[in-house]
């Protein structure tokens, strides 16, 4: 069975179907749980209470980023092999990583304030993460003013590979610049880098939980795009 073959809208909408409720379901039970299990954890000897934030922030800002890696990768499929399910779900996409990277810039101002002293700083990774929100804005806005579909496609899916160079700043910029109030990476696998464990676990369920949302309302949002691309030509054919 080839991948391929996902890209026929009727195969997507069974298949689609078949595994939604099962990804709500796990969503569900993933962001509920670890929610409640980050925000029952003890206060940070550092950080105090302020460090629960990032069971919101770290979840929402990694999904911000690869949400819009995700659309790239939709945006090249349709490019290079014009499959319009790839197409409609980088549509689809958009917003729920719009929302994302809303939730993380929010988040992130609210723990900066009480760690830092300051709601905003021009640091290089909040600078390219408020960038990367504008280039969604965008992304949504481009998609809404090109009346024809597939010229929207081409034309957001070149949008969306300028705008991954800032998805890369968002994630790499703490290592690019040595400068900058942001800390380094929350997650890490060097010895004496790690978090401690009391943290960390209900943090991978948080990060599973908001993929597993991801995933969700991907589905939802790339099955109502395809049912309003059917409705839009049976309506066009009637016309006829």
């Not at 302020?50 to 945006?75: D, E, G, R, Y």
């Not at 958009?94 to 300051?118: K, N, S």
């Not at 600078?127 to 034309?155: C, H, K, R």
Request: aromatic share 14%; net charge positive; proline share 4%.
């Amino acid at each position: 069975m080839s991948i391929w073959e996902y890209a026929n809208p009727v195969k997507f909408m069974r298949s689609s179907g078949a595994v939604l409720p099962w990804v709500v379901a796990g969503a569900a039970a993933c962001t509920v749980g670890g929610l409640i299990w980050g925000f029952l954890t003890p206060p940070d000897y550092k950080q105090g209470a302020s460090v629960k934030i990032m069971f919101l922030h770290v979840p929402a800002a990694m999904m911000a980023i690869n949400c819009w890696f995700m659309m790239l990768v939709a945006s090249l499929i349709w490019i290079i092999r014009r499959h319009h399910v790839s197409a409609l779900a980088a549509k689809a996409a958009a917003p729920i990583g719009a929302v994302m990277t809303l939730i993380a810039l929010v988040t992130g101002a609210a723990w900066g304030q009480p760690t830092w002293g300051t709601w905003w700083e021009w640091d290089p990774r909040l600078t390219s993460f408020l960038v990367l929100f504008l280039f969604y804005l965008g992304y949504i806005a481009l998609w809404e003013a090109v009346e024809n579909p597939d010229s929207a496609a081409d034309l957001t899916g070149v949008l969306c590979l300028v705008g991954s160079v800032f998805a890369v700043l968002s994630r790499y910029a703490v290592n690019f610049w040595n400068q900058g109030l942001h800390q380094g990476a929350s997650l890490s696998v060097a010895s004496g880098e790690r978090m401690s464990a009391i943290y960390r676990y209900p943090l991978y369920l948080c990060m599973a939980g908001f993929f597993l949302m991801f995933l969700a309302l991907l589905l939802i949002r790339t099955r109502t795009e395809i049912r309003i691309r059917r409705t839009a030509a049976l309506q066009a054919r009637e016309a006829r």
